[in-house]
């Protein structure tokens, strides 16, 4: 079971980067995605999430707007696409994924998600 990051790189301020996240092992085409990130001194943000294949997004404050999550069952990948990048939004980068519906509505469950990636850093310049 696994879930590989790429996409991650260097990016100027108001910039864009996508994020793909390629899971192997299983299928996570009826669970829950999600993308998290961790930056130095801070705790670990979840960003946005789907609690299944048919479900609507929920998006934390901070990335509304700007990023955009999605999934391709058929690839069995998930991406998170990233506009109008800010200094603040430098950190590691991490999927999430569940073979089962894992319910996200209000907020990103930290907690909930079986199988993580190993992350991918994305860091803005101002």
């Known amino acids: 079971v696994q879930l590989v990051e790429s996409g991650g790189g260097l990016v100027q301020s108001g910039g864009s980067l996508s994020l793909s996240c390629a899971a192997s092992?299983?299928?996570?085409?009826?669970?829950?995605i999600a993308w998290f990130r961790h930056a130095p001194g801070k705790e670990r943000e979840g960003l946005a999430c789907i609690t299944a294949s048919d479900g609507s997004p929920f998006y934390t404050d901070s990335v509304k707007g700007r990023f955009t999550i999605s999934r391709d069952n058929a690839e069995n990948t998930m991406y998170l696409q990233m506009n109008s990048l800010k200094p603040e939004d430098t950190a590691t980068y991490y999927c999430a994924a569940d073979e089962v519906p894992t319910l996200c509505i209000e907020d990103v469950p930290l907690y909930d998600y079986d199988n993580w990636g190993q992350g991918t850093q994305v860091t803005v310049s101002s």
């Open positions: 092992g299983f299928t996570f085409d009826n669970g829950g």
